[in-house]
């Protein structure tokens, strides 16, 4: 009997063993899933929390985020609720819903024409919404899957993700029609627009690498590949310093690409699952938000990476935007407590 029971003791221990080693990874996620707040996290990170904003549309996710800084507002993509937010950032208050842009991901405030890019995945469309009167204005071919935008003020023309399209569609600004598309050959992350070097660049998700889209000829002009990203997705442009952060979804990774020496310059561990990320040129301060909560924050020297840390912020803190004037930091979070709240930072 003394024998079973050690015996049995021991394939419990075992079995415990095996499963905390296979969750560990994994912990955040399953807080995540589980919509487990640890609690005041946000020192750890040099941020502190300013306030939680109710906001409308249920308990539903969030995706991309864009600021209009002359006007001074943040959109944020409700895609759950199939609408926009527009926040007021002088007012700290929520100024108008706009709706009807089903399953919406990417959003992109153009100063220039006016209007609000917003792509509506569930209509396989881009939405242009008119800045003053936060109105749909109309509605151009998405492709099969639209997601991250880019505006090229040269050519007055918007750039499109088509995530599942395998490609960029090509968005005339003056006529709101489709006029093109490159062929990336497979899945694409996100789509930025790089003010000095005149490019657009692409995440050819697919093929562990960077597009760069030369948008006058509209065709990729070079590829930059991203050795140790597995399934790069979110990234920021600093065009200045001509350097690329990308996250690497696949396997919680950040890297850093020298657009000029077209390679990877260093890399560091982030969240499981990381998505989007946010820039602030004043401060130097990168943050990567990742789909299971976690966030990481760096204070970047040129190309040069330094962690200020990481942690488990909130469930879902997968979408971050930072204003550049104030340095306040802003994260959609879809269930605190059975609502969605716009969660406010600002930096210690």
């Given at each position: ?5 050690v ?11 095996a ?27 040099g ?8 906001l ?15 006007r001074g ?6 895609l ?18 706009i709706p ?44 099969e ?6 505006y ?8 499109v ?7 960029d ?27 000095i070097g ?16 030369d ?36 396997n ?12 990877v ?19 130097r ?15 970047t020297?040129?190309?040069t ?35 969605p ?8």
């Amino acid at each position: 009997m003394k024998v079973r029971r050690v015996v049995s003791i021991t394939a419990v221990l075992v079995l415990l063993i095996a499963i905390i080693a296979v969750v560990f990874p994994y912990r955040y996620v399953v807080l995540s899933k589980l919509n487990v707040n640890l609690g005041e996290n946000e020192s750890a990170i040099g941020l502190r929390k300013v306030a939680d904003i109710p906001l409308q549309g249920g308990a539903t996710r969030f995706d991309y985020q864009s600021i209009d800084p002359q006007r001074g507002l943040l959109f944020i993509a409700h895609l759950g609720a199939g609408q926009v937010v527009v926040f007021d950032l002088k007012q700290q208050q929520v100024a108008a819903y706009i709706p009807e842009v089903a399953s919406v991901h990417g959003v992109l405030a153009v100063s220039e024409t006016g209007r609000l890019y917003a792509a509506a995945t569930g209509t396989r469309q881009v939405a242009v919404i008119d800045l003053q009167t936060l109105h749909i204005v109309a509605r151009a071919d998405g492709g099969e899957y639209p997601d991250g935008l880019a505006y090229v003020p040269e050519n007055q023309q918007v750039f499109v993700s088509d995530e599942s399209g395998g490609g960029d569609i090509v968005i005339d600004t003056h006529s709101n029609q489709r006029i093109g598309r490159i062929d990336l050959g497979g899945e694409v992350g996100n789509t930025e627009y790089d003010a000095i070097g005149h490019q657009v660049i692409a995440a050819a998700q697919g093929h562990n690498q960077l597009a760069l889209i030369d948008p006058q000829r509209e065709r990729v002009a070079a590829t930059i590949d991203l050795p140790g990203c597995d399934g790069p997705h979110g990234f920021t442009v600093d065009s200045p310093s001509r350097t690329v952060f990308v996250s690497c979804e696949g396997n919680a990774k950040l890297v850093v690409v020298d657009l000029n020496a077209k390679r990877v310059i260093a890399s560091d561990r982030v969240g499981d699952s990381p998505d989007v990320l946010a820039f602030d040129p004043g401060l130097r301060r990168l943050y990567v938000a990742a789909e299971s909560g976690v966030v990481a924050v760096f204070q970047t020297r040129g190309s040069t990476l330094q962690k200020i840390g990481q942690t488990y912020l909130a469930p879902n803190a997968h979408t971050i935007a930072v204003d550049s004037q104030t340095h306040r930091v802003y994260v959609p979070l879809e269930n605190i407590d059975g609502r969605p709240v716009l969660r406010i930072y600002e930096p210690q």
